[in-house]
């Protein structure tokens, strides 16, 4: 019997790449492993889940035994795989091994772990997939006050949707701005009025330093000596793709599993996509990349040789206070020239010779979207 694609993961990456494979090659053996339950769902709505009144069971989309149907496929879950072994084609599970023709990883990426001190750092939550969903809402019945470390993209949705469900939200960051990797301050400053005009309030310039329980709450020691308490203390500082398990077998690593523009690995018969991948260079954790990755993916599997090209892909960011666009420039060199406009923000962001490589769009502003998308480059041509 030949041995089939194996594809590990069964996040948005795994799935849709498994969508896209059974198009283009309906009988071919297909095998799915995952490390959670393998029932499908849109990761982007953990952080508007408050607000659209949705437990963690009612954000699965489609329940596994139901994806393994439709995708005509083996789907094994609960199943962390532990080794991979490239010379033998073949993967080592806590189930026992299976060989391979073809594997795909599709492993995602780790929330980064606050390094906290004090008695209670280890309840610091995160939010990076359903059973941590499940967990933070189980443990906010009941409570008023989150303190948020971390004033990124993921921070200030899961900041709106907390405030507009009348929880009182503390935000806490080094930076100087929320978004201050995506967005110019002018523009930052316009997003913090929003969400304060929502009651959110944000703490910059300082970082947590360690997490002690103090009769049933937590209090918070911040780098300047002082301290906040709250009933729950959630953690949104980033994600690092998970390159471990290629690591150890020899692929090659850098900020995420190195891939070229089929997406295959330093190893002819391995590919990786997704929030694990470094796909020519860049590492792009958001799901239009994954959409379009996932199709040449499908058909370099089946026998074609298609080369990825992503065009400039803005990203919404999910904070209806003030409805925000981004588009970050990926080369540095240029500058942010910032308009405010009634009811909005438009910042470009132009090189020397005044060529758009860039632009966030905030409130009225994000009606120019597809007008300044249309002008840039695009992100692998
Ligand atoms: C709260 C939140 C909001 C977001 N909002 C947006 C948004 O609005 N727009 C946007 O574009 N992007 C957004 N993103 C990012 C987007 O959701 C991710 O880019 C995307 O979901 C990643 O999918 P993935 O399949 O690569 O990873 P994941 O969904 O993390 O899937 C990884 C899979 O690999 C499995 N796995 C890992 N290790 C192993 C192992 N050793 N053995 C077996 N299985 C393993 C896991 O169990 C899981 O099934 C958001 C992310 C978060 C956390």
Redesign the pocket.
Known sequence: MTAPLII?????????LAREYRKLAPEAPLQL????G?DFY???????ALASQKSAAQLVMKPVEKMAEELRAEIWTE????RLDPAQRRVH?ARGELAYSQLVL????D?FAPPLAGDAAGQVLQ???LADYARFRAALAGREQVLLLGAG??GC??AQDLASNGIQVTVVDPAGWPLSRLLPEAAGRYLQGRLEALGVRFCFGQSAQAVEQAAGRYAVQLADGSALQADLVLS?IG?RP?T??AAEAGLAVARGIVVDRQLRSSDAQIYA?????EVAGLV???????MQSARVLAANLAGQAPLLSYPA?P????TPACPTIVCPPLTAGGEWECQALEGGLRALYRDGAGRLLGFALLGSATTERAALSAQLPAWLG
Do not use: H
């Open positions: 590990i993961g069964t996040g948005l990456a795994g799935y849709n492993i995952s490390a959670d393998g849109s990761k982007p709505m953990l952080s508007t199943t962390p795989v532990l599970t599709a492993l995602g990426a929330a939010v990076n997939d993209l993921i949705e899961f949104a994600l998970r471990q398990l996509l997704g929030d694990c991948a792009l954790p958001y799901v239009q990349p994954i892909m990203v919404l960011v999910k």
